[in-house]
Structures are given as structure tokens and as C-alpha cells.
């Protein structure tokens, strides 16, 4: 059961930042996401291992370490979304609708 859900996390990453950075439904912003991270498979895997061997770290440290992991992921991701997002892909490679 953790490698579907590890999957079903990776995919949905970018979920949340779609969310309130697009202003996206939910089900909309769950597409999007699973459509950056397949743009960009290898890198997003990389990341999502990153932040789970972390935050299994920050657990490890007698649940302490989280508040400490917790803001590094945060930022890794938001820093992954930004650079996904801003890249320089055309508009066939970029799945994200123009802002309003």
C-alpha cells in the first residue's frame, strides 16, 4: 500500500500550489499536477524520495525533526513549482492556462 500511495503523492505534488497560485478547482488542479509531473518524471520521483527520506527522518528525531523538515520540503516543492511552471516550454509543452 505505500508504493501506490508514494505514486498517487508524487502525482498530485503540485496540487496545492495550482490551487491557490492558478486559482484552480480541485479536480482541475489534480489534472494539471499529474500533468506537470509526467512532463518531468525523473525529477519529480527524485524529489518526492528526497521528501519522504526526510520527513521519515524528521520522525525518527522523536517527531521534533518534523518541524524542522517540514519547512525544507515545503520549499523544495514550491521551488520545483516555480521552476516547472516558469520554464521555458512552449505553450504545447506547458499544460497551465494563461492567469486571468
Same mark, same amino acid.
Given at each position: 500500500?505505500? $508504493?501506490?500511495? #508514494? =505514486?498517487?503523492? *508524487?502525482?498530485? %505534488? #503540485? !496540487? +496545492?500550489?495550482? $490551487? @491557490?497560485?492558478?486559482?484552480?478547482? +480541485? ?5 494539471? !499536477?499529474?500533468?506537470? =509531473? +509526467?512532463?518531468?518524471?525523473? !525529477? *519529480?520521483?527524485? %524529489?518526492?524520495?528526497? @521528501?519522504?527520506? %526526510? ?6 528525531? @522523536? +517527531? =521534533?525533526?518534523? #518541524? #524542522? *523538515? ?14 516547472? *511552471? !516558469? ?8 499544460? %497551465?492556462?494563461?492567469?486571468?
Amino acid at each position: 500500500a505505500l $508504493i501506490p500511495a #508514494f =505514486v498517487l503523492g *508524487t502525482m498530485w %505534488l #503540485f !496540487s +496545492f500550489p495550482l $490551487i @491557490c497560485d492558478r486559482q484552480m478547482d +480541485f479536480w482541475k488542479a489534480m489534472e494539471t !499536477s499529474r500533468k506537470l =509531473v +509526467f512532463q518531468r518524471i525523473g !525529477s *519529480t520521483l527524485l %524529489l518526492g524520495i528526497a @521528501c519522504g527520506a %526526510l520527513y521519515i527522518a524528521g520522525l525518527l528525531a @522523536c +517527531f =521534533v525533526g518534523v #518541524f #524542522f *523538515t517540514l519547512p525544507i520540503m515545503a520549499g523544495a516543492i514550491a521551488y520545483a513549482y516555480d521552476d516547472i *511552471t !516558469s520554464g521555458a516550454g512552449g505553450a504545447a509543452e506547458n499544460p %497551465l492556462p494563461a492567469l486571468r
